[in-house]
């Protein structure tokens, strides 16, 4: 594959942060890669993106491809970390790509889920905050290089509005119909042989890689050890790895 036809790459952020989130691995795609085209977005709601009276996957997915489509590209590679992963596969699902890279996030409610259902009395109400920085807590900020923790404590707007909203699907749905829905978009991923990589800070639960593997059977699993943030981790490795898709 030449410099010419390969893929662009379209970089999505976690929840509550914004596209400055991918300047490590921006500067690092610039050195062993200069010639490729790189657009990070602003999810809806986010940074300098307007905010919408709802946010489900499938009509944030929508947003972003309008803002791809806006920019000229074409079947792009679609990065995602967190939240952002989870609209990168349903984004893969809806229109042409070349490829997914999920960083760090698992596709199924499962013990986050019943996290955030518990807490949602205290996301309605005046002590959100607590709940959102709690959960800040276990993702491994501490381990971070000093310019990747600056990143996460500044490049971030946490309101309530984006937490219910992102997680609207698992405060109203099930567990079984989230499964559904992520095995029908992963199917559909697989079934045009789209190449599909998840990067995960610690190694996959079996239970989950089963799921995840009778889905998407030729699915390519990296295993970062550290933390949830592996594009401020090791951006050169990120950056790397983006670089051979």
């Known amino acids: 594959m030449t410099d010419d036809d390969r893929a662009p790459l379209v970089l999505l952020h976690g929840l509550t942060f914004d596209r400055r989130q991918w300047d490590p691995v921006r500067r690092e795609l610039?050195?062993?890669?200069?010639?490729?085209?790189?657009?990070?977005?602003?999810?809806?709601?986010?940074?300098?993106?307007?905010?919408?009276?709802?946010?489900?996957?499938?009509?944030?997915a929508d947003v972003v491809h309008e803002q791809v489509t806006e920019a000229g590209l074409a079947q792009p590679i679609v990065v995602g970390h967190s939240v952002g992963a989870v609209v990168a596969t349903t984004y893969a699902a809806r229109y042409p790509v070349r490829g997914v890279v999920n960083l760090d996030q698992i596709l199924l409610p499962g013990p986050f889920g019943v996290a955030v259902r518990q807490a949602e009395p205290a996301l309605r109400g005046p002590d959100w905050r607590r709940v959102w920085d709690g959960m800040l807590a276990g993702m491994g900020i501490e381990?971070?290089?000093?310019?990747?923790?600056?990143?996460?404590?500044?490049?971030?707007?946490?309101?309530?509005d984006l937490l219910l909203g992102?997680?609207?699907?698992?405060l109203s749905g099930s567990d079984e119909g989230i499964s559904t829905e992520r095995q029908r978009a992963l199917r559909s991923i697989g079934e045009r042989r789209v190449p599909y990589r998840w990067v995960t800070s610690s190694e996959p639960p079996p239970r989950y890689l089963t799921w995840l593997t009778d889905a998407l059977p030729e699915v390519a699993v990296t295993v970062l050890p550290g933390s949830h943030f592996p594009h401020l981790a090791e951006p050169a490795t990120i950056a790397r790895l983006l670089a051979t898709g």
């Open 30 to 60: 610039a050195v062993i890669d200069p010639a490729r085209q790189v657009l990070a977005l602003d999810l809806p709601g986010h940074g300098d993106a307007p905010r919408r009276q709802s946010y489900g996957m499938a009509e944030v």
């Open 143 to 160: 381990a971070l290089p000093a310019e990747a923790r600056e990143i996460v404590t500044t490049a971030t707007d946490p309101r309530p």
């Open 166 to 170: 992102y997680w609207g699907e698992i």
